[in-house]
Nanobody, 125 residues
Framework: HVQLVESGGGSVQAGGPLRLSCVRS????????VGWFRQAPGKAREGVASIDSDGTISYADSVKGRFTISRDNSKNTLYLQMTSLQPEDTATYYC????????????????????WGQGTQVTVS
C-alpha cells in the first residue's frame, strides 16, 4: 500500500520561499513518475511540476523559474522548492505518483496519477 505524506506548508509573505516535502512509503515501481499539484478554493486542481524516473522534469508555465522539483530516492522523498511566492500561489499542495503509464510524465495529466497525499496548505500574503 503506497502512502504519500506532504509537509512543509505554512504562511509566508509575498516574495518569500518555502520548501515542501513528500515522503513515500510502500512499494512502487522503480519506473515511476511523481509530481506536485495544487488547488485553491473555488478553483480547479492545477498541475505544478513533475519528475520522471530518468530525471526528466516538467513545470507549469505559472511556476517556471520560481519552483524547483527534486527527489531523493534514498529517502523516498520528493521536494518542491518554491521561491518568489505570490498570493496567487496560495493553495493546498498535493504530491502524487503516476499509476497509469499510457500518459507522459507531466503535470498536465493529473488523471494519470493514482496515488495522492493528503495535501499541505500554503498561504502567501
Amino acid at each position: 500500500h503506497v502512502q504519500l505524506v506532504e509537509s512543509g506548508g505554512g504562511s509566508v509573505q509575498a516574495g518569500g520561499p518555502l520548501r515542501l516535502s513528500c515522503v513515500r512509503s510502500g512499494a512502487i515501481s522503480n519506473n515511476y513518475c511523481v509530481g506536485w499539484f495544487r488547488q485553491a478554493p473555488g478553483k480547479a486542481r492545477e498541475g505544478v511540476a513533475s519528475i520522471d524516473s530518468d530525471g526528466t522534469i516538467s513545470y507549469a508555465d505559472s511556476v517556471k523559474g520560481r519552483f524547483t522539483i527534486s527527489r531523493d530516492n534514498s529517502k523516498n522523498t520528493l521536494y518542491l522548492q518554491m521561491t518568489s511566492l505570490q498570493p496567487e500561489d496560495t493553495a493546498t499542495y498535493y504530491c502524487a505518483a503516476r499509476t497509469k503509464f499510457g500518459y507522459s510524465c507531466s503535470p498536465r495529466y493529473p488523471m494519470a496519477f493514482g496515488y495522492w497525499g493528503q495535501g499541505t496548505q500554503v498561504t502567501v500574503s
